[in-house]
């Protein structure tokens, strides 16, 4: 066979993926931070304000992407876990537990922001509104694949363990959410429907973009930081982890 | 084919009948728990009639989560489910079989202690029967559920809080079509489409869990 035929899972060795993750890294970093900036820069001062909301509709540039990026994070962390099983790659699995702090730390912003975001919209920090409640029960099951993951000392059996753990709710987030938003329906009337908002300001959707674009660039970012750090962390055993050591230890 | 799967229901129920205090102090549990609550929020009737499907319903999440760590330690401790595993019958067939054991001898009991509650609580006859029966049909997919959680914490330190952790999220929506069943039923617009939809996702559940509580079952014991 040729060389010419790239080989997707020459990075799925370890050793391989160490440095592109390096080299990688800082550009999305750089990325997340100059569309942080513009983002921010258009919610604040070139979206308008909101008719009947005023200045306080200003969190949905954080709320949202925050909100987006936490329920695709979960698809993404479950993707890595379906690819780990079937390939017994162990770089999918490290890919998967890099990404559960970020997911759930969206996922907490998410409800942080919705809460501060409520209480001067809705006259309350919480209801038990179809959204929220399954984005909470979303950081429960974020809460419980880290605390799984955690709680084994074989990494190879937190992996597959964790693995599981995440098809299992893969599986269960939109069971999750139709029967929230069923049992909702059933006992209290539409009061706050986000739903039926009145049509965005193309820049309000601009913002929102580049908020989640930011969002997006910033969770790659930090998760190939970690996935180097676990790298290092599972690999130490091998050679080629001790003159990397070495070499950073040189560069300190 | 069916050979494994008698013999192994056959073992885990006579080994329940011979340990029936397990079984009992669910049951026990179950009512106290149930019993707790006319202290917490007052014994107001008609509040006490409202609330009842759904403290029932939490209750049997519990009773459930609580006794679910019975399902594979002891098997665990004591090598059987090694040698379970290494024996050349489909590990599906056999995991169905100790998840429907645990079902007639956990669940099932908690299903017959219901309707003594529900009157403890002031239901009236058509609400028990419509809570008893889905009580009948939600709690095969707690047990399958939860049986993918057991294997998941098996023999972890702090196993009992973890598995609480894992599985609850997933109770939610039984609970919500369980409890809600009763109020439907209450509101006249008929159980009907909750007692399906419990059934639809039990069923599902017995498709889909066997097969990650037994895969789960072989990451714990290698």
Known sequence: MTRSRFNIFRFAVPQNFYPLAGKLAPIFAVTAAVLFLAGLWISFFIAPTDAQQGEVYRVIFIHVPAAWMSMFIYLVMAFWSAVGLVFNTRLSAMMAHALAPTGAMFCFVALWTGALWGRPTWGAYWVWDARLTSQLLLLFLYFGYIALINAIDDPRRADKAGAILALVGAINVPIIYFSVKWWNTLHQGASVSLTKAPSMATTMLMGMLVMAFAAWAYTIAVTLWRVRSLILERERNAEWVNEELDRLEAAA | ?222
């Open chain 2, 1 to 222: 084919m069916l050979g494994p799967f008698i013999a192994v229901l056959r073992r885990d129920l006579l080994l329940a009948w011979r340990g029936r205090a397990d079984v009992l102090v669910t049951i026990g549990f179950f009512v106290v728990v149930a019993c707790l609550f006319p202290f917490g929020v007052g014994a107001e009737p008609n509040q006490l009639r409202e609330i009842a499907p759904g403290i029932l319903w939490v209750d049997a999440l519990l009773a459930t989560l609580l006794s679910l760590h019975r399902l594979f330690a002891q098997d665990h401790a004591d090598g059987s489910l090694e040698q379970l595993l290494l024996s050349p019958e489909p590990t599906v067939l056999w995991v169905s079989a100790k998840v429907l054991a645990y079902w007639l001898t956990t669940s099932l009991p908690l299903v017959i202690a219901a309707p003594g509650l529900g009157l403890l609580f002031d239901m009236e006859q058509g609400s028990l029967k419509v809570l008893c029966l889905s009580l009948l049909l939600g709690t095969p997919m707690l047990s399958l559920l939860g049986a993918v959680g057991a294997a998941l914490t098996l023999g972890l330190r702090g196993g009992g809080m973890l598995l609480a952790l894992l599985v609850l999220p997933l109770f939610v929506p039984v609970l919500i079509f369980g409890a809600g069943a009763v109020d439907a039923y209450l509101g006249g617009s008929g159980s009907d489409a909750h007692l399906l939809l419990l059934a639809g996702g039990s069923l599902a559940a017995l498709v889909l869990a066997p097969w990650a509580c037994a895969a789960a079952l072989r990451i714990a014991a290698e």
